[in-house]
């Protein structure tokens, strides 16, 4: 509308602008132009100093940047399919612009939750500042705490406290590594849960696996990384979990009566004898 501009528009803009100066002090940072914005604000990629002359480049991951004002960010139907499908950890920033403050959420807990169920339809992000690490029932529409900050800074911070950069950068690292990891392996129920407390180090405290519905997708999913394992064992690269599976498996067949005594000798039952007692098990008997 000519001559007019939106307060509340002008009001997030600004806060976005301010939001992707805090973030540049700290890390690189590649801004999504309003016209391809879907709802992710910044590429930013963490940098680590390789010498007196120039950093590396590392990890990479998503912002999104709100004001302060905003409490609860909400996903629903296809929205939730395209966080469900993103490559590269998300994390949510609130910017004050009275104070000049950003606060850095991340978003791990979303990985917890598709772990438990991969139908989620409605998804409400509330930047709380708690969070334990695990979550009770995650029905179809949730409501997910997803604090405490990681961390909070000013550009203040980044002039007088000389390690500032060093700390967001160890931090981050972290943050980062963790949630990259729970996005490959929460396709298969499985995820780290984590506790942090903003400005401290995260702690993994926990792994969660749930039981799936979809198996065969769960199969073809995980197939690779079996297949990693087996080549090592094969090649006796990794005896103590040789050793660790040896002794799993033999309580599991020991449980499925897969056993007898043979002479004095514990022994595996031939395999049709296996199937023979399970067809006699699952005969009808009449009456």
């Known amino acids: 509308m000519p001559a007019f501009r939106g307060i509340n528009l002008r009001s997030g803009d600004l806060a976005e ?14 801004p999504i132009p309003r016209t391809e914005d879907v709802g992710i604000d910044v590429v930013s990629t963490l940098i680590k100093k390789y010498d007196g002359y120039k950093y590396i480049a590392e990890d990479s991951f998503f912002v999104s940047i709100k004001s302060a004002s905003i409490t609860e960010v909400s ?32 978003t791990q807990g979303m990985s917890v939750a598709f772990a438990s169920n991969s139908e989620i339809r409605k998804i409400n992000f509330q930047l709380m500042e708690n969070y334990d ?19 909070k800074w000013t550009l203040n911070d980044i002039e007088t406290k000389p390690n500032f950069v060093h700390k967001f950068y160890d931090l981050m690292k972290i943050h ?16 780290d849960l984590m ?5 401290k180090v995260p702690k ?9 519905k979809d198996n065969l997708a769960v199969d073809e999913i995980s ?31 020991n449980h499925a009566g897969h056993f007898h005594i043979v002479n004095g000798v514990k022994e595996l039952k031939p395999l049709p ?7 006699t098990e699952d005969t009808d008997i009449p009456f």
């Open 17 to 30: 602008q301010l939001g992707i100066l805090l973030l540049q002090s700290v890390a690189l940072v590649a």
């Open 75 to 106: 996903f629903e139907g296809d929205q939730v399919k395209w966080l469900k499908d993103l490559q590269l950890p998300l994390f949510i920033a609130t910017v004050d612009r009275r104070t000049s403050t950003i606060k850095l959420y991340t």
């Open 133 to 151: 690490g695990e979550l009770d029932n995650v029905d179809e529409e949730l409501d997910l705490p997803i604090g405490p900050p990681v961390l």
């Open 176 to 191: 980062v590594t963790i949630a990259k990891k729970s996005i490959e392996t929460k396709r298969i129920g499985y995820v």
């Open 195 to 199: 506790v942090w407390k903003t400005g």
């Open 204 to 212: 993994v405290w926990a792994q969660q696996l749930k039981f799936r």
């Open 223 to 253: 197939a690779p990384y079996f297949q990693s394992i087996l080549h090592n064992l094969s090649l006796g690269n990794e005896i103590e979990t040789t050793r660790s599976l040896y002794r799993l498996f033999d309580k599991v067949l």
């Open 273 to 279: 004898l296996i199937l023979k007692e399970k067809a």
